[in-house]
């Protein structure tokens, strides 16, 4: 087995910056809610996903994946993402829609996924639908964070095709974890 030296670290840069990013959720909830400053709001928002480019290609480019990020870091986006949605609803009904969807497919995922590591033993790396849906979402939000006055239309429109989105993950995911769990492990005849 092809073992990095930092697959079992917790202390990573890719970590860290995982933290901060969470360390940016109640700024987010602060900027938005209370001052009401979409500006420093987009700002903000903008730096956390920043960060998550960063930490993904360091951790691939320097060899710093562990199975801590690979659990980690889609928690920093997913509370990100969630708590953002929380706050738009409070201008925008409709993203409730996907408040629920994510929450539900986070869930699923997550037991699934949970279980399939303990069969396999391996933590699974991010998947291209996952990586289409985070900037789905991401824009989907910056876009109403930045458009004050946009219009019922065009927000229903944008949010819809970003639950959509959503929703192919959920299945593909459900689909990729559950054919996992049903698999026979292999056994060497030799």
Known sequence: MNENKYQKRILTIPNVLSFFRICLIPVIVWLYCVKEDYLWTTIVLMISG???????FIARRFGMIS???KIFDPIADKLTQAVTL???VTRFPL???PLVVLVVKEVFAGITGLLRIKKTNKVPMAVWHGKVTTLSLYGMMLIHLV???ISDT???VLIGACTAIMLLSAVLYGISNIKALLDKP???YR
């Open 95 to 97: 993203m409730m829609l």
């Open 86 to 88: 929380y706050c738009l």
């Open 67 to 69: 199975d801590f990020g």
């Open 50 to 56: 920043i960060t998550d480019v960063i930490d993904g």
């Open 147 to 149: 458009w004050y006055h």
């Open 186 to 188: 292999q056994t060497d």
């Open 154 to 156: 065009a927000s229903h």
